[in-house]
C-alpha cells in the first residue's frame, strides 16, 4: 500500500465518520439457534415495493456465518439511550452482548431488541459481494416504532437528536 493510498483511506474513514447517521444493532440465530449481534451505522432504505433496507457486514466479522445461516435477522434502531447496548454489540471483547439489553425472540425466531427507537424484523432477500464487505438486502415483514428519540452517531460519539433539530 503507499501513501496516497493510505492517506485517502484515513481521510475516507475521517469523512465517514464525520457524517452523522443512526446507530443499528443487526441481531440474528446462529445455526444452534444462540443469538447473534452487531453494531452497524451502514444501514439505508433501498425501496418501498417492496419494502427492503440494506446494511453491510465486513467478510473477516466472525457474525457474518450466522446472518449467512439465518433467512431472517432484525434491524434494531437503537432509542438515545441505548448507548451500553451500542457499545457491547460493538466490542469484539464483550463476551455476552445480549445482557446489556432487554431482548425476546420473534415469531420467526430472530432477536428483537426492547425499548429501540424501531426494529425491522426481515427476511433475507440478498447479498451482495462488494469489495471488503457483504451487502445485506433484507425485505421487511415486520416493524415496531416506539415513542422514543433515535441515537445518533457522530465523530465517535453518541447522543440524541438536538431539540433545536428539525423544528
Not at 454489540?89 to 445482557?99: C, G, M, N, Q, V
Not at 429501540?116 to 415496531?144: M, P, S, T
Request: proline share 4%.
Amino acid at each position: 500500500m503507499n501513501d496516497v493510498q493510505t492517506n485517502t483511506e484515513q481521510l475516507f474513514k475521517e469523512v465517514m465518520g464525520s457524517y452523522p447517521s443512526g446507530v443499528t444493532v443487526v441481531t440474528t440465530v446462529d445455526a444452534n439457534n444462540q443469538p447473534v449481534g452487531l453494531t452497524a451505522n451502514s444501514f439505508v432504505s433501498v425501496s418501498i415495493d417492496p419494502l427492503l433496507i440494506l446494511w453491510c457486514i465486513d467478510k473477516k466479522s466472525t457474525s457474518y456465518a450466522a446472518f449467512e445461516h439465518s433467512d431472517y435477522f432484525t434491524v434494531n434502531i437503537l432509542s438515545a439511550d441505548q448507548g451500553d447496548a451500542c457499545w457491547a454489540f460493538a466490542s469484539k471483547k464483550e463476551p455476552d452482548r445480549f445482557s446489556k439489553c432487554s431482548w425476546e425472540l420473534s415469531e420467526n425466531k430472530v432477536p428483537v431488541i426492547k425499548n429501540a427507537f424501531a426494529n425491522l424484523e426481515c427476511k433475507k432477500y440478498n447479498v451482495v459481494d462488494a469489495g471488503d464487505h457483504y451487502i445485506l438486502i433484507g425485505q421487511v415483514v415486520n416493524i415496531h416504532k416506539a415513542d422514543k428519540e433515535a441515537m445518533l452517531y457522530y465523530k465517535r460519539n453518541l447522543g440524541a437528536v438536538p431539540e433545536s433539530f428539525g423544528k
